[in-house]
Antibody, heavy 118, light 111 residues
Framework: EVQLVESGGGLVQPGGSLRLSCAAS????????MNWVRQAPGKGLEWVSFISSSSSTIYYADSVKGRFTISRDNAKNSLYLQMNSLRDEDTAVYYC???????????WGQGTLVTVSS | QSALTQPPSASGSPGQSVTISCTGT?????????VSWYQQHPGKAPKLMIY???KRPSGVPDRFSGSKSGNTASLTVSGLQAEDEADYYCSSYAGSNNLRVFGTGTKVTVL
């Protein structure tokens, strides 16, 4: 069974940093590209970042470019999101999601809440 | 990159059908057959319902179907059931610059 479990969320002050993790199991993690998607309270889904299976290709949404860094450790079956210079508008539930054919996000974690507030 | 446009709400009685539209541009929905649809119940993670415009993952009822015409994709839920009440989001590949865009979301209510 495919499982994605996020962790690392919490309350952080504006300008602060946080590192999210996503532990994957039930599939060959090194064979799949992965994504981070976020959802602000009461709002819709927003794609945040993409990383290919070998980490050779990485993309970011304009809203986080230069502040967030995606990475992965295939030996540890883990995906990460380093978030720096956090802003109020980064407050959201952050989901990790596996990408399959056709740019499809076929499995999602349960999400971890990041709250940026003073 | 602007979000894809969906109606805020849609509704139908049990057994009826409801269709949700998802309008983009030739740079996303109209340019690629990489439209997917996600169902999200309150407090839960999104779940894949349709991928590559009209393909259904294993385990998704055949009451759910997808299509596309030009820059607009559509999700139809036939034979509405109480458990179909949820938020639905479309998503499209948007090229190597913007990569992926989501729709604004549609709340489906089963009357």
């Amino acid at each position: 069974e495919v499982q994605l479990v996020e962790s690392g969320g919490g309350l952080v002050q504006p300008g602060g940093s946080l590192r999210l993790s996503c532990a994957a199991s039930g599939f060959t993690f090194s064979g799949y590209s992965m994504n981070w998607v976020r959802q602000a309270p009461g709002k819709g889904l927003e794609w945040v970042s993409f990383i290919s299976s070998s980490s050779s290709t990485i993309y970011y949404a304009d809203s986080v470019k230069g502040r967030f860094t995606i990475s992965r450790d295939n030996a540890k079956n883990s995906l990460y999101l380093q978030m720096n210079s956090l802003r109020d508008e980064d407050t959201a539930v952050y989901y990790c999601a596996r990408q399959s054919s056709g740019w499809t996000l076929d499995y999602w974690g349960q999400g971890t809440l990041v709250t940026v507030s003073s | 990159q602007s979000a894809l446009t969906q109606p805020p709400s849609a509704s139908g009685s049990p057994g009826q059908s409801v269709t949700i539209s998802c309008t983009g541009t030739s740079s996303d929905v109209g340019g690629y057959n990489y439209v997917s649809w996600y169902q999200q119940h309150p407090g839960k993670a999104p779940k894949l319902m349709i991928y590559e415009v009209s393909k259904r993952p294993s385990g998704v009822p055949d009451r759910f179907s997808g299509s596309k015409s030009g820059n607009t994709a559509s999700l139809t839920v036939s034979g509405l059931q109480a458990e179909d009440e949820a938020d639905y989001y479309c998503s499209s590949y948007a090229g190597s610059n913007n990569l992926r865009v989501f729709g604004t979301g549609t709340k489906v209510t089963v009357l």
